[in-house]
């Protein structure tokens, strides 16, 4: 949060509420309670006025609300957690979940970092806990299809059942359906890409390929996650691997070093466009 230097009119409306809010300041039994209550709902106005800055100004907020003159804040909604979120990046690992990603879950945990996770069907009937833990900690899980196909090989009635097989399974674990999707090896058609909207899935490619499941060397993941990473970015990565997880501490504190924060990619693109690929914000 940035600090502003408060401007004088602004100190003056404040200290004048102040002022003709202290019980000296009332007139003695004299129907001080609509007066008061005329004088609140006038400060309240006064303070609602103040520019946005000065306003969230540290000390005029806590003022403000020692007077009584902020009401309760409004639920966090997620265009607003979107608007906060220029430097957020989205870390997404693929195929699993498999005997590595629970490790991985904890590191996040302890990070107090979220992701997301393009799963399988196979995989998340095996692991309803796992899938559980993720979207308990704030992470989307996607769905990575049925089968681990390429799509574009397959007509619109078996993409679509791809899609919906695995939906079924992550509802069954979380009772939370999908609404993103990666299909495997980044391969898409207009069939694929169709099926997709239909199905009210938006499609996560991704800008950065760390390659991990290649050369399975954390500190290469780590290095190219961290260097290649930018404000809006989605990495790719595969939970399945040890050496994937193995790199995850090194990334969350190398992005978080370069000012970028890893969270899921609800959060980040909160009202993905079904049919859209995004391989970024
Ligand atoms: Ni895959």
Same mark, same amino acid.
């Given at each position: 949060m940035k600090f502003h230097r408060l401007p004088l009119s602004a100190a003056a409306i404040l200290t004048a509420t102040a002022l003709s809010l202290t019980p000296a300041a009332a007139a003695p039994n004299s129907g001080s309670s609509a007066v008061q209550h005329a004088v609140t709902s006038a400060a309240k106005d006064a303070y609602s006025a103040l520019p946005r800055e000065i306003k969230d100004n540290p000390v005029v907020k806590d003022h403000a609300k020692n007077l009584g003159l902020v009401d309760k804040p409004a639920p966090r909604t997620a265009p607003r957690r979107a608007r906060d979120c220029g430097n957020c990046v989205a870390l997404t690992f693929d !195929?699993?979940? @498999? @005997?590595p990603t629970n490790r991985l879950l904890g590191i996040l945990k302890d990070k107090k970092a979220t992701a997301s996770f393009f799963v399988t069907a196979p995989n998340a009937r095996k692991m309803p806990k796992t899938l559980q833990r993720m979207t308990g900690h704030g992470h989307t899980v996607g769905n990575h299809g @049925? =089968?681990?196909?390429?799509? =574009? @090989?397959?007509s619109a009635e078996r993409v679509r059942g791809e899609i919906r097989e695995t939906n079924d399974a992550v509802e069954s674990a979380t009772g939370t359906r999908p609404h993103w999707m990666r299909p495997p090896y980044g391969a898409m058609n207009d069939t694929v890409t169709g099926v997709a909207r239909d199905e009210g899935m938006a499609i996560a490619f991704w800008?950065? !390929? =760390?390659l991990d499941w290649q050369h399975r060397d954390p500190q290469r993941t780590c290095r190219v996650a961290v260097d290649q990473a930018a404000a809006g970015h989605i990495i790719l990565m595969h939970d399945i691997h040890s050496t994937t997880v193995d790199a995850a501490e090194c990334i969350v504190d190398g992005l978080r070093a370069k000012g970028l924060e890893p969270v899921s990619l609800d959060h980040m693109i909160p009202a993905a466009t079904p049919g859209r690929v995004y391989s970024h914000r």
């Amino acid at each position: 949060m940035k600090f502003h230097r408060l401007p004088l009119s602004a100190a003056a409306i404040l200290t004048a509420t102040a002022l003709s809010l202290t019980p000296a300041a009332a007139a003695p039994n004299s129907g001080s309670s609509a007066v008061q209550h005329a004088v609140t709902s006038a400060a309240k106005d006064a303070y609602s006025a103040l520019p946005r800055e000065i306003k969230d100004n540290p000390v005029v907020k806590d003022h403000a609300k020692n007077l009584g003159l902020v009401d309760k804040p409004a639920p966090r909604t997620a265009p607003r957690r979107a608007r906060d979120c220029g430097n957020c990046v989205a870390l997404t690992f693929d !195929d699993g979940p @498999a @005997a590595p990603t629970n490790r991985l879950l904890g590191i996040l945990k302890d990070k107090k970092a979220t992701a997301s996770f393009f799963v399988t069907a196979p995989n998340a009937r095996k692991m309803p806990k796992t899938l559980q833990r993720m979207t308990g900690h704030g992470h989307t899980v996607g769905n990575h299809g @049925a =089968t681990h196909s390429e799509m =574009t @090989a397959l007509s619109a009635e078996r993409v679509r059942g791809e899609i919906r097989e695995t939906n079924d399974a992550v509802e069954s674990a979380t009772g939370t359906r999908p609404h993103w999707m990666r299909p495997p090896y980044g391969a898409m058609n207009d069939t694929v890409t169709g099926v997709a909207r239909d199905e009210g899935m938006a499609i996560a490619f991704w800008q950065v !390929d =760390t390659l991990d499941w290649q050369h399975r060397d954390p500190q290469r993941t780590c290095r190219v996650a961290v260097d290649q990473a930018a404000a809006g970015h989605i990495i790719l990565m595969h939970d399945i691997h040890s050496t994937t997880v193995d790199a995850a501490e090194c990334i969350v504190d190398g992005l978080r070093a370069k000012g970028l924060e890893p969270v899921s990619l609800d959060h980040m693109i909160p009202a993905a466009t079904p049919g859209r690929v995004y391989s970024h914000r």
